[in-house]
């Protein structure tokens, strides 16, 4: 990998670590979110009630709440961190052909689905 590769991946490390550590931050210094104007009309969780409330419980360390609260944004969260774990104290390596060869749609379909479950359940448990 060249040194310009790998400073990009270092510098993408460090965005995604700010981001992961400042919108748990943010949501706990502000702890008022907007009204879900999907919720107001339906009396329904949209796909993303709750996330707000998820990422203050993350800043205050309450893992287990924001889990329960919004599973989704709560996953993003911590795999963010992972990816800037991976980019920022791993050395940089190419990308295995298995990754690859993934095909964006795959990914868009996983994506689509998590994000189907996650409503199920935000349904299920009236979020």
Do not use: E
Not at 21 to 34: D, E, N
Not at 56 to 64: N, P, S, V
Not at 93 to 117: F, K, N, S
Request: aromatic share 8%.
């Amino acid at each position: 990998m060249s040194p310009a590769s790998s400073m990009a991946a270092r510098a993408a490390g460090v965005i995604l670590g700010l981001a992961a550590a400042g919108l748990p931050l943010a949501a706990r210094v502000w702890p008022g979110a907007p009204a879900c104007r999907f919720h107001a009309a339906t009396g329904l969780p949209c796909p993303a009630c709750g996330t707000w409330r998820a990422l203050a419980h993350l800043g205050r360390g309450q893992w287990a709440a924001a889990f329960a609260l919004q599973p989704l944004a709560s996953g993003c969260v911590l795999a963010a961190f992972a990816a800037a774990w991976v980019l920022l104290a791993r050395p940089a390596r190419p990308i295995p052909d298995g990754l690859r060869r993934t095909r964006p749609a795959r990914l868009l379909i996983l994506l689509l689905l998590l994000w189907i479950a996650n409503w199920v359940y935000l349904l299920a448990h009236g979020v």
